[in-house]
């Protein structure tokens, strides 16, 4: 018997466990916000504990990049509140989170990640989605609030991973009925976000629907065959959309209604109005505090102010964030949290787009794109990547796709191996 491998065992079992603990993460994350917030509380500390298994350790210096950018975010959170003395706080409890990709690229270090596992847990949180859709209509619940408990982020996480989801089951390589089971994931994943009501997760299916329908037409070397999956494409989506016209027709109307009586009347007593009055406090935080913004209890003693001056609606001071990660950026970090944020939005998306080219990671690299465009499109009406499940998701997807791209091109992507071993 090989000695060392009998050794070396035990430990690669230990390591499976640490993946498994990142998958269920990622799929609470669809289920249940309370449980998945939990485990997001305690992943940054457990994960990296794993640094100690004596087997190889190799990683690409494209992940150490990302471990750098996603560092730079937790500095510029760390210097805002320590400043004001806050780093003790609860407030600041919660960007420790930003920590989490650390733990994640050490269990991936000792990892061979392949896309059946991408294509597991995409899979499995799309049923979920599914579930909690089914459960909440049979109890006639809405937006996923009795089952997830945080309906946009529900919508949101739930329709990127469907149009993750999609842009895979475009591989050939794929065996028809994995081809097939994805196509379903996608279409759960939309159905969760029209479910859901989240208008920011409807603005981003347009556009990718859009860019996807083009992007299918103009590099199709046979165009018939493109225009009829193109059509069946729309066909698809719009029978998803269908049984959910009166629910689109009404949300889409509401908010023509909130923009118009917030510039006609000034009425900020509404879904989109109290946005343009949240925003309103950020601006006036980040005035007061551009370079490192004044943090979460900044914001609430602003909007207060503000309040009690008549500047804005006394809706304000009901809600603790900006819904806009912008906005809750500018105010609570300054113009130094929003560069360390689109610092990390800028490399991710010089990354995969400069792999979109290559053949054989093509599809990973769109996946990529994907999850990054989604992020910026959804933080412009809520505070999506300030948020415990909206960092964890990102973190864990965009992990796995950089280690996928990285392992695929290893000719072209550069490692890093910290220990040799089996």
């Known amino acids: 018997m090989n000695t060392s491998m009998s050794i070396k065992t035990p430990f690669n079992i230990i390591n499976v466990v640490g993946l498994t603990l990142i998958a269920i993460c990622f799929i609470f994350i669809h289920l249940n916000a309370k449980s998945a917030q939990t485990q997001l509380t305690y992943l940054p500390l457990i ?56 733990g994640v ?52 996480v739930a329709l990127t991973t469907g149009l993750v ?41 347009v556009l990718f629907m859009s860019v996807f329908i083009v992007i299918n037409v103009v590099k199709a070397q046979n165009r018939k065959r493109s225009y009829l999956y193109s059509f069946i494409f729309l066909i698809i989506i719009f029978l998803i959309l269908l049984p959910f016209k009166n629910l689109i027709e009404a949300r889409i109307g509401a908010a023509y209604s909130n923009i118009h009586n917030y510039i006609v009347h000034s009425d900020g007593n509404s879904s989109v109005g109290v946005r343009f009055e949240l925003w309103r406090v950020s601006v006036e935080q980040f005035i007061d505090a551009p370079f490192i913004g004044s943090t979460r209890s900044g914001f609430l003693t602003k909007a207060k102010e503000m309040v009690s001056e008549e500047s804005v609606t006394n809706i304000s ?61 959804y933080g412009l009406s809520e505070s999506f990547f300030s948020m415990k499940l909206g960092i964890g998701y990102f973190i864990i997807l965009n992990a796995i796709l950089i280690r996928i791209i990285c392992s695929t091109n290893k000719e072209q992507e550069k490692s890093l191996v910290l220990m040799r071993g089996n």
Not at 116 to 135: E, G, H, K
Not at 354 to 377: C, D, E, H, P, W
């Open 105 to 156: 690229l050490v269990i991936f270090s000792h990892s061979n990640i392949t896309k059946q596992y991408l294509i597991a847990v995409l899979l499995i949180a799309s049923l979920m989605v599914a579930y909690n859709i089914v459960i909440e209509y049979i109890n006639n619940g809405i937006r996923g609030n009795s089952t997830h408990g945080k309906p946009i982020f529900f919508g949101n």
């Open 47 to 102: 994960l990296p504990l794993f640094l100690l298994l004596p087997i190889k350790k190799e990683i690409y210096y494209v992940e150490l990049k990302f471990l750098f950018f996603t560092f730079c975010i937790f500095l510029s959170s760390l210097l805002s509140y320590g400043m004001l003395g806050e780093v003790f706080t609860q407030d600041f409890r919660s960007h420790w989170i930003y920590l989490l990709a650390f």
């Open 317 to 377: 001071t009901r809600f603790e964030h900006a819904h806009s990660d912008i906005f809750w950026t500018i105010g609570t970090k300054g113009l130094i949290g929003l560069l360390t944020l689109y610092g990390l939005y800028v490399f991710l998306l010089r990354f995969y787009y400069s792999n979109s080219k290559t053949k054989n990671v093509r599809i990973y690299a769109l996946s990529g794109l994907t999850v990054v465009a989604s992020y910026m499109v």
């Open 165 to 205: 989801s999609l842009i895979l089951a475009m591989r050939k390589d794929n065996h028809w009925f994995i081809r097939g089971l994805l196509l379903c994931a996608s279409v759960a994943g939309i159905a969760g976000s029209i479910w859901s009501q989240s208008r920011g997760g409807w603005v981003f299916l």
